[in-house]
């Protein structure tokens, strides 16, 4: 199935990439004008620094176009990145008992753009503002800053956590209460270093382990035992 998420642009960037780089673009100009004022040995190394952060922050905020194949009673991977944890938690804010967690981490080189990991409607979405502790750290789901989506699929309650790392310091969601997603739709971003936390019914069999690297709309997390 071809990706037709609404909040695609027709350019291979994430969906609040123009403010952000507009803002940086700003700065970059005054670091040049400085330099043509001061003729500075300190403001041309300071000018020539920008033009590798430049070619980084293009990179972070790709967002490359994927051929999603839903399957029955299959969970796609909500994000890009290395899987933290697999296990059987007890989630009280939104499930309200026990629930399949999926941790994974993304460093600064993985894609940031979430996507759904089933079909479903968009029950609630909660900021908690929190920290900003390493987000491989076990306290980080709890104590930092995050967002929660809470989904009704066909397979259950869906809560996915995009978590602020140390160096994140914005999670965004583009999605709305009561929207219904498509299963891989772009839903969010999270800059810099992050990390998701994906929890599903406890009935849900894991299809990934500790160690293994995911990418969202692709991968192939967890599915229906039942099934």
Known sequence: MKDHSPSRLRWPFARDTGSFLASWSASCILAFLFWVWTRS?????????????????????????????????????ACDGTVMEVETVREEDHLQGQALRISVFLSIFNVHVQRAPLAGQVLQIEHHPGRFLFAFRQKAAQENDRIDLLMRTSLGDVLVQQIAGALARRCVCYARQNQSLAIGERFGM???GSRVD????????PL?????????GITAVACCSDG
């Open 190 to 192: 999270i800059r810099f």
């Open 198 to 205: 994906l929890y599903l019914p406890e009935n849900m069999k």
């Open 208 to 216: 990934v382990q500790k160690g293994d690297r995911v990418r969202a």
């Open 41 to 77: 040995p300190l403001a041309l190394g300071s000018m020539l620094m920008i033009v590798p952060i430049t070619l980084l922050l293009f990179y972070f905020f790709r967002d490359p176009e994927r051929n999603i194949e839903p399957k029955d009673h299959l969970v796609l991977s």
